[in-house]
């Protein structure tokens, strides 16, 4: 399986290439970003690329992928609309677009939120905003696309959390997690479940598209 990955210097998409790098399944992976993450592994390629709205200069480095995992996205928090949309929606479409028309078999797999809003029309900013890509990405031609619905992620395996507000809230909620792991086991995942679930939709596809916290559990387990 030949695996392309998005946003892997993230909290998420550090917790997927692991996961990745360590299925015997996975011929390679190749990383596209800003940035490198540093990681060392016989089947890791990386590409840095600054502008994530154009990938005409590197095309020729895009094709003949099975599956793309897209993990990268950014905090709504202090940002007006247009500028989130600008990087969560205007990002992932720029690069769906540009996968789907240069693979025909490619399946997509988007990291989105729990409480996106489909109807696209909802209060909450964010949550429109994800919705409206979730909704174009499936329109898109891939052999199969894939919104993954995360809530809380506990990183393991030293994943870590680029924003430090939320590396402070997983300091502070960590020695409470097995606690509400119990109390509200549909409200939690961590990364390793994350990039097992992924592999697991790569491989088989899922009964629906769109993957609620309990659905990317059982598929972590399956």
């Not at 996961?19 to 190749?30: K, M, R």
């Not at 390629?45 to 996205?73: A, M, P, T």
């Not at 409200?187 to 994350?194: G, K, P, R, S, V």
């Amino acid at each position: 399986m030949k695996i392309l990955l998005f946003g892997a210097t993230g909290m998420v998409g550090q917790g997927v290439l692991r996961e990745c790098l360590l299925d015997s399944d996975v011929q390679f992976v190749q990383t596209v970003g800003r940035s490198a993450t540093g990681v060392q592994h016989p089947k890791l390629r990386e590409i840095v690329h600054s502008d994530l709205l154009h990938y005409s200069s590197i095309e020729d480095e895009l094709s003949g992928f099975d599956v793309c995992f897209f993990c990268l996205g950014v905090s709504s928090a202090g940002m007006k609309e247009e500028a989130y949309e600008r990087l969560t929606y205007g990002i992932a479409l720029a690069a769906a677009e540009t996968l789907a028309r240069l693979n025909a078999e490619m399946t997509f797999v988007y990291v989105s939120g729990a409480g996106t809003d489909s109807s696209e029309h909802g209060r909450t900013m964010w949550a429109r905003i994800k919705g409206k890509t979730e909704n174009a990405l499936l329109r898109l031609p891939f052999k199969g696309a894939y919104m993954f619905r995360p809530g809380f992620i506990e990183p393991l395996h030293g994943a870590r959390s680029r924003t430090t507000a939320y590396r402070v809230i997983y300091t502070l909620i960590k020695p409470l997690l097995p606690l509400l792991r119990l109390a509200i086991p549909n409200a939690i995942l961590d990364t390793e479940q994350i990039g097992r679930a992924m592999l697991v939709v790569a491989r088989h596809g899922a009964p629906t598209h769109i993957l609620e916290i309990k659905d990317i559990r059982a598929l972590a387990t399956s």
